[in-house]
């Protein structure tokens, strides 16, 4: 990431928020001396973890608790509108005005001004400005809420937010979360004072008595096509029941149905209403698709004479925010949560039983306020099997937005960051391939010039692309034409990267529907369509795609198509199949079915926006479902996927047998095939046409392979003859020289994957210089202090790359003379740590460090490490791995 300028926070002539006042009631008040103090004592920056159950109010004096002592605060909520309802609550009990001292910026929403001391913001968009203002000026402390839940965004701000905390010294850094989990994060926070674990602050639950009951349903919650409407009946009959009941106990209790998506709380809320059509009960939905003022109007309190209500929910309501008046909690025990599928290549929200701690989360929300309960529509064993907690996002998501974002911070695939949980690695490289070929990212895995266009966009990287190609396919020359095309495709990438459903899977039907103004996500789409065409018009990235091999442009009808296509290449589809049979083949190879009754059926191409796992009917037994897709015709999906197009005669080595064919492919598409005799040799050409193709990773080479090869290669760069040329062109090339028996042993039906390249690579050394190999490219390098450190060699081909040694400066105390390699030809390269391993210097003139920079170094590395020997003198002390204690101690 970028270096940050020592930052003080404002004084600010603000009054400080009256705690007392906006406290009075809340069991969290109770806690504040603590809080205050454990910030102090880690001051001028603090760090804290908040442990406390929902409804104690921490969401509501946290925030003004540290404005008071660190100046303006951003607090983010995992919810848009969590963020707006803890923003207007904090308002109201401040006295002040909503967008004045509290404010809050969510997607499309920025109500907020240069005198807000508390912001609320969903992590996105704090991540997004953390990536254009690293040093997060004029910010005194940053709180992260709900970091419990374990989402992706929240997960990348732990981690970034870190190191600003840890680079700028002035920033507290606070994370709250309602769970046990409070010192798995004070461990991780902490590691960024070098103090320990951050202070835990808790405070006692909050809740009232909670009857629950448990009624589990008759019939079968899951089958083969997800949640059924047998159960979904039974959740929405045990609501009317239970609500029934506690009206008559307590006229003022509203209810909360906790279901697992959108579908789910709108086929529930449809049943209510029937059943309780002619009572005063009013039912509410809260989810993501629904507009702004209906969420904001679900989350608060109904006033004096308004009819009892029955709010049905998704997980949104499950955290972050109180809903007044809620006594009554049903349950159904199901979430939504992202799966990703490695073998197809895809991911997609599945329907699976919430978690113990998210089922306990929901039945606290009926005993904030006073007694309740909950009725549970499983049974306890169900509960006992369910997991303890959500699976983290970022174990199970797709990253390529993630991995952008480590980009452009400095940190490829999250080297160097302390993030709750590492990213998997072959998800990591799946969205790393994609950026690569978006043009996002360099060789290094660091963003480009585009990579950060990309990132500020609000929308996945791919579909960000589209927005800018889309906008030039369509709209090519500035004016009138090119104005049309920006607001075209906005509308377009608004709608696929929002909430909306599209019905049937037909997105050229439900944009329709958004135009038209019928679909309840219009107003939000719209807002998000205006944004998108600015940033269409404004956007100074030429076009990635070209116009080559289109014979005409789509239509207006065929525009949904073309961008989808440009943002997803790899899915666009061909039909396979027919009648009951029918599917739709990808180009990534995935093959997936489309719901019963789409509109889309008997298309012959498709560009698919989204395709997740399921089973069933619909599926046509391929495993997965296209949820949204837009019809597209040949010419439109052979241009998208031009770099995917292929027209070759090949041999392939498959299954222990050669076939050879002439194919033209998209991908896994087979537009045309012809089959043609197989050469004699077919079995060995075979093989080395799979490695010429696809490189050798075809066999991989392993950790000690691939030090071999880099140490070779230095040789190679720097004597050139005798050593050989090693890299992948030039081992291609002699392959018989080299890899010969193990071409027959792969020919013969060998794993790739049980041959290691280290002893076929030594087949290349020359004699006799071969024998002087380990002291010309030493594998270690013994270092004063006695340790031998690993020597890391440059990448093949890296032209003018150094060997590197990192090593802790204190070992290398009293060294004035550079070690080099290959007889003195090329110096080593400290990086020269601290004692927690962060980069202080990297130099090849280890007098020259000592006798100049050193001092600065010194100065400002003591006070942080005063457990570590800092001499003046670094030339006549002993270097050493060991702390001060264990020097005086003899150990």
């Not at 059924?228 to 006229?251: E, K």
């Not at 034409?481 to 909430?499: C, L, P």
């Not at 899977?505 to 219009?522: H, Q, W």
Request: net charge neutral.
């Amino acid at each position: 990431m970028p270096s940050l300028t020592h930052h003080t926070p404002p004084s600010g002539g603000s009054r400080a928020f009256d705690l007392a006042s906006i406290g009075a009631g809340l069991v969290f008040s109770a806690s504040l001396p603590d809080l205050r103090t454990a910030l102090e004592d880690r001051a001028p920056a603090g760090t804290a973890v908040v442990q406390a159950p929902p409804g104690t109010g921490k969401t509501t004096l946290v925030p003004p608790l540290v404005a008071n002592l660190a100046g303006r605060v951003i607090v983010t909520q995992p919810r848009r509108v969590a963020a707006r309802a803890a923003a207007r609550r904090l308002a109201q009990l401040d006295g002040s005005r909503l967008g004045e001292r509290v404010g809050y910026t969510v997607r499309g929403e920025h109500v907020a001004g240069p005198g807000t001391l508390v912001e609320f913001v969903t992590p996105g968009i704090l991540l997004r400005r953390l990536l254009a203002d690293p040093a997060l000026e004029g910010i005194g402390a940053v709180i992260i809420d709900e970091v419990h839940e374990r989402a992706l965004d929240t997960d990348l701000l732990l981690g970034l937010l870190g190191e600003v905390h840890e680079l700028r010294g002035d920033l507290a850094f606070l994370a709250m979360s309602a769970t046990l989990d409070a010192p798995r994060f004070a461990a991780l926070i902490g590691q960024y004072d070098g103090e320990g674990p951050a202070p835990v602050v808790d405070c006692p639950s909050a809740l009232h008595p909670l009857d629950t009951r448990w009624e589990p349903s008759p019939v079968p919650r899951l089958d083969e096509r997800g949640v059924t409407r047998g159960f979904l009946d039974h959740v929405a009959a045990a609501a009317v029941a239970a609500h029934r009941h506690a009206l008559a106990a307590d006229p003022g209790t509203d209810a909360l149905v906790f279901a697992p998506g959108a579908w789910e709380v709108g086929h529930i809320a449809s049943t209510l209403r029937r059943q309780l059509a002619g009572t005063a009960t009013e039912v509410l939905e809260l989810h993501g698709q629904v507009d702004a003022a209906i969420q904001d109007r679900a989350v608060s309190g109904r006033e004096p004479g308004d009819p009892a209500r029955i709010i049905v929910s998704t997980s949104l309501a499950e955290s972050s925010l109180t809903v007044p008046g809620v006594r009554l909690v049903i349950d159904s025990g199901l979430a939504r949560e992202p799966r990703r599928d490695a073998t197809r290549g895809m991911t997609g929200l599945v329907t699976v039983s919430a978690s113990r701690a998210s089922c306990d989360q929901r039945a606290g929300r009926a005993a904030r306020q006073g007694p309740g309960t909950v009725v549970r529509c499983f049974d306890q064993r169900t509960f006992g099997a369910a997991p303890p907690h959500p699976t983290p996002e970022i174990a199970v998501a797709e990253l390529t937005g993630a991995a952008l974002t480590l980009a452009c911070w400095g940190a490829p695939g999250g080297r160097g960051l302390k993030l709750p949980e590492s990213p998997p690695p072959a998800t990591l490289d799946d969205a790393l391939h994609v950026l690569a070929e978006l043009g996002a990212i360099d060789t290094g895995g660091l963003a480009t010039e585009l990579g950060r266009t990309l990132s500020a966009i609000p929308a996945e990287p791919r579909l960000a692309r589209a927005l800018i190609d889309g906008t030039s396919w369509l709209g090519p020359r500035p004016g009138k034409q090119r104005h049309q095309a920006a607001r075209h495709v906005a509308e377009i990438v608004a709608m696929v990267a929002g909430d909306a459903r599209a019905p049937g899977a037909d997105l050229t039907r439900l944009l329709a529907d958004l135009r038209r103004g019928t679909d309840p996500a219009a107003r939000s789409w719209k807002r998000e369509s205006k944004r998108f065409e600015g940033i269409a018009l404004s956007a100074k990235t030429p076009a990635m795609k070209s116009l080559s091999g289109t014979r005409q442009l789509p239509g207006p009808a065929a525009e949904a198509g073309l961008v989808v296509a440009l943002a997803f290449p790899d899915r666009v589809a061909r039909r396979v199949g027919t009648g009951a049979q029918q599917s739709y083949l990808l180009a990534s190879g995935t093959r997936a079915g489309l719901p019963a009754g789409s509109h889309l059926s008997g298309h012959e191409w498709l560009a698919i926006a989204d395709v997740s796992r399921a089973t069933g009917r619909n599926t046509a037994g391929t495993g997965a479902v296209i949820r949204s897709a837009a019809p597209i015709d040949e010419d439109v999906a052979q241009a998208a996927a031009a770099h995917l197009l292929t027209d070759q005669v090949e041999a392939r080595f498959a299954s222990g047998r050669v076939v050879a064919r002439r194919e033209r492919r998209i991908g896994a598409i087979v537009l045309g095939s012809t089959p043609v005799r197989a050469s004699v040799k077919s079995a060995r050409a075979a093989v080395a046409v799979a490695l010429e193709r696809d490189g050798l990773q075809v066999i991989g080479f392993s950790t000690g392979a691939d030090a071999l090869r880099r140490r070779m290669a230095l040789l190679h760069r720097e004597f050139e003859a005798p050593w050989p040329d090693v890299s992948e062109p030039a081992l291609l090339a002699r392959l018989d020289d080299w890899l010969s028996p193990e071409l027959d042993r792969l020919a013969g039906g060998t794993q790739a994957g049980s041959i290691d390249l280290a002893d076929p690579l030594r087949r290349l050394f020359p004699w006799p210089e071969a024998s002087r190999f380990g002291e010309l490219a030493p594998e270690r390098l013994q270092v004063p202090s006695g340790s031998h450190v690993r020597i890391d060699y440059p990448e093949v081909g890296e032209e003018g790359g150094r060997p590197v040694v990192a090593v802790k400066l204190q070992e290398c105390f009293g060294w004035t003379e550079t070690p080099r390699l290959a007889d003195g030809r090329v110096p080593v390269l400290f990086h020269l740590l601290s004692p927690g391993r962060h980069p202080l210097a990297v130099t090849d003139d280890l007098a020259s460090f000592w006798a100049g920079p050193y001092a600065q170094v010194r100065a400002e590395m003591r006070g942080r490490y005063p457990k570590h020997p800092w001499p003046e003198d670094p030339w006549s002390v002993p270097a050493t791995a060991k702390t001060n204690r264990r020097l005086a101690e003899g150990r």
